[in-house]
């Protein structure tokens, strides 16, 4: 029997956001792949909609679950992760140079992207039980660096530069949340300083020069660059109101790469225009903003170190992409949440505000 006191709490605000994104993302697809001669893309959009209507369904399952269990369940939920992982390495299925997803018959998924969840959890219950008003010393944030790392390293690995720096600025986020004591924040940002230019030895040739091409594009007009100038003239000729819906000519004439995921708000500043992102980016500032207040409103400090992980998921991922697509970060294959194709990442978000809307109508039991 459900608790008539979860349906009077529930948070219909957070489930309108999301509706009306994911609506926002249908139509952008369609777009996207209405053109393309491949019949596998056309069909992509409608891929879609069933990957949601399986999201929505896991998004209830996990409203309905108390989100407190997973407090007991943070480790399971975590080695489970890095046994995923571990698997892609072995048995994942190679595409285009990295290994990032598992086949299970007519199903493929991208552990990395449920990595994402359980590093929230497993951070969100470490730090509710040794958050102090002092701030954490160096020591306490060992447990939490080693936490990071594994996973980081397995996504390193395949590789996906994208989801392990997205992994990255999760943890550093939620752990910047929690409060570091002030002489170990010195020295762990006096350490991040030093070690950074090392970072470019270990990248790959591909990874260095997708950096390069960030901060001049032009050096390789019709190589590494040319994704990002396409990017940036299909933004631009959107002007203030686009050009239509379904008359974007960048996307129609196939000058951008990637349209149905990395690039699909190219795609829709094209057609939409100014006016168009805005709606958007409201929509998504609605998102961030309600993710934000459910943290607030937590009394539980699991639900609130939760519900900030998961938020800040989020913002990276809208941060990140649109970033990337405008040429204002490198990029790294991040899609845009509820927006981009893809039905592991669809999966993971849609989780997540489930989430997110268990610890908002569970509130009242800590009032």
Request: contains cysteine; hydrophobic residues 55%.
């Amino acid at each position: 029997m459900i608790d008539r006191r979860l349906v009077q709490n529930f948070d219909w605000g957070l489930l309108g956001v999301t509706l009306l994104l994911a609506l926002f993302g249908f139509l952008t697809l369609y777009s996207a792949t209405a053109t393309v001669s491949n019949g596998s893309q056309q069909m992509i959009y409608v891929k879609q909609i069933i990957w949601f209507c399986g999201g929505f369904v896991v998004m209830v399952m996990a409203f309905m679950i108390n989100y407190k269990l997973l407090d007991r369940w943070a480790d399971i939920i975590y080695i489970f992760c890095i046994i995923l992982l571990l698997s892609v390495l072995i048995f994942g299925k190679f595409v285009a140079g990295s290994r990032r997803w598992l086949v299970f018959g007519p199903l493929s998924i991208q552990p990395s992207e449920l990595a994402k969840v359980a590093i929230i959890i497993v951070l969100a219950k470490y730090y509710s039980n040794v958050a102090s008003p002092k701030g954490l010393q160096f020591r306490e944030l060992l447990k939490p660096l080693v936490y990071t790392g594994i996973p980081f390293l397995l996504i390193v690995k395949q590789p996906d530069l994208g989801t392990a720096m997205l992994l990255a600025f999760i943890a550093l986020s939620m752990t910047v949340f929690v409060k570091i004591e002030k002489k170990t924040y010195y020295w762990l940002l006096g350490s991040a300083m030093v070690c950074a230019p090392l970072v470019w030895f270990i990248l790959k040739d591909y990874q260095k020069k997708r950096i390069l091409t960030f901060f001049n594009p032009d050096r390789d007009p019709l190589g590494a660059g040319y994704h990002i100038i396409q990017s940036k003239i299909a933004i631009g000729s959107g002007m203030i109101t686009g050009k239509g819906y379904l008359e974007g000519t960048q996307n129609a004439l196939s000058f951008l790469p990637e349209q149905h995921t990395d690039f699909i708000f190219s795609v829709l500043a094209e057609e939409w225009g100014f006016l168009g992102t805005t709606v958007l980016l409201f929509l998504f500032f609605m998102l961030i903003f309600l993710g934000l207040k459910i943290a607030h409103g937590s009394k539980d400090p699991f639900g609130t170190m939760l519900a900030f992980g998961i938020t800040s998921m989020i913002f990276f991922h809208v941060f990140i992409n649109i970033g990337m697509v405008m040429g204002l970060m490198p990029v790294v294959g991040v899609t845009l949440p509820l927006i981009s194709y893809g039905g592991s990442s669809l999966m993971t978000i849609m989780v997540s505000i489930g989430l997110l809307i268990s610890i908002s109508i569970r509130r009242f039991m800590f009032e």
